[in-house]
């Protein structure tokens, strides 16, 4: 009788630390937030992209999305950690937690928000198309045969597969939007669909791309921070966004690097 006691109370006891640990790792896994505050960091992809996340000319990585970041991470009294990554595989590396975020200028649409949680609107932009000096350009039907660049996995290339003309050019995929400028400037592609705030902060007097001009402004579009899908962070960092704005952080951060505000 004893015996049959023991090996019932032995069993009872090894269903109880289950029951425990089943426990400890559904909370783990429900609460992105418990993920990250057990590792005391976020992991932050970027690309080098100006004005949101770039090094400066003394080599420091700065820019509007890497002030924030630092200032909501601290909020959140966590480390963030600046990874950077390939912005085609944005996704994947996402959702396999080799990073926790996508904080770089990400452009919010549907297809996106159907498989990310992503932060209301906080920064506005548009896609614009440059040129070189001195190129004939009146609509995008002028660019119909020509090379067009754009960023793989971004916002200028859903542009240029969308866009009635630019459907009818020679699509040029870039790795980098910078790379695009790139072509531009040595005469490999006609044009570039580019981010507005980039093209504002890489173009123009006194940058390395001085010949080349923005010509037409196709698509308006706002940033958004992206987190794993039902991700509890994006709330929080929602709140964060209410607290910047309304003690003027966030306004003078925008006003720092050029930037409008979302409404």
Avoid: H
């Avoid at 069993?11 to 429900?30: E, N, R, V, W, Y």
């Avoid at 057990?38 to 509007?64: L, R, S, V």
């Avoid at 297809?111 to 040129?131: C, D, G």
């Avoid at 123009?204 to 010949?211: I, P």
């Amino acid at each position: 009788m004893k015996k049959i006691l023991s090996i019932l109370l032995v069993i009872t006891m090894m269903i109880s630390l289950a029951a425990c640990g089943a426990q400890k790792t559904t909370k783990a896994g429900d609460s992105d937030l418990a993920y990250v505050k057990a590792n005391g960091k976020i992991i932050i992809g970027y690309t080098d992209y100006a004005p949101m996340n770039y090094y400066d000319e003394n080599g420091n990585f700065t820019g509007f999305d890497t002030e924030l970041a630092i200032i909501v991470c601290e909020k959140l009294g966590l480390k963030p950690e600046f990874v950077e990554i390939n912005w085609d595989t944005k996704e994947v590396e996402l959702n396999a937690k080799s990073i926790d975020c996508i904080w770089n200028g990400l452009t919010i649409n549907d297809e996106r928000k159907a498989t990310m949680e992503i932060t209301k609107p906080y920064v506005k932009n548009a896609q614009v198309v440059l040129v070189k000096e001195g190129t004939a350009y009146e609509s995008t039907a002028s660019l119909i045969g020509k090379a067009v660049a754009a960023e793989q996995g971004s916002a200028g290339e859903d542009v240029v597969k969308e866009d009635e003309n630019l459907k009818k050019a020679n699509y040029v995929p870039k790795t980098l939007q910078t790379e695009c400028l790139m072509e531009v400037k040595a005469g490999t592609a006609d044009a570039a669909v580019l981010d507005l705030t980039l093209a504002k902060t890489m173009t123009g007097k006194g940058t390395n791309y001085e010949d080349i001009k923005i010509v037409d402004y196709l698509a308006e579009e706002d940033y958004g921070v992206a987190f794993r899908k039902g991700s509890d962070i994006c709330a929080e960092v929602n709140k964060i966004f209410d607290e910047l704005v309304a003690n003027g952080t966030m306004g003078k951060l925008a006003e720092k690097y050029g930037l409008e505000l979302a409404e």
